[in-house]
């Protein structure tokens, strides 16, 4: 099992940037594939990104292709989410995720993740 717990949201005005930190541990984190989520108010958790477990893939929801960024670090146990350009449609709670794999195989559906963070807002003012 991993606990994850997110860190780095706040308040940012639109074309600003953010870096969210998801810190895990537990099982070995190389073990796991990594994943962003977000949800806005009356709307369901929607996929941002994800990133295999080493690294060699990534995948973005089309609405943040070229503006968001997806690593992580097994060294320190953390995968991160580099936020540029950001808009107000950008704002949403937004989640960190895990999911037991060593394939390079993205998922991108929530049901597939089984590990959750407690989640961190991001607001992006107009």
């Known amino acids: 099992q991993v606990q994850l717990v997110e860190s780095g949201g706040g308040l940012v005005q639109a074309g600003g940037s953010l870096r969210l930190s998801c810190a895990a541990s537990?099982?070995?984190?190389?073990?796991?594939?990594m994943g962003w989520f977000r949800q806005a108010p009356g709307k369901e958790r929607e996929f941002v990104a994800a990133?295999?477990?080493?690294?060699?893939?990534?995948y973005y929801t089309d609405s943040v292709k070229g503006r968001f960024t997806i690593s992580r670090d097994n060294a320190k146990n953390t995968v991160y989410l580099q936020m540029n350009s950001l808009k107000p449609e950008d704002t949403a709670v937004y989640y960190c995720a895990a999911r037991r794999s060593t394939s390079q195989m993205i998922r991108v559906g929530k049901n597939e993740y089984a590990y959750w963070g407690q989640g961190t807002q991001v607001t992006v003012s107009s």
């Open positions: 990133i295999s477990w080493s690294g060699g893939s990534t």
């Open positions: 537990g099982h070995p984190f190389n073990t796991y594939a």
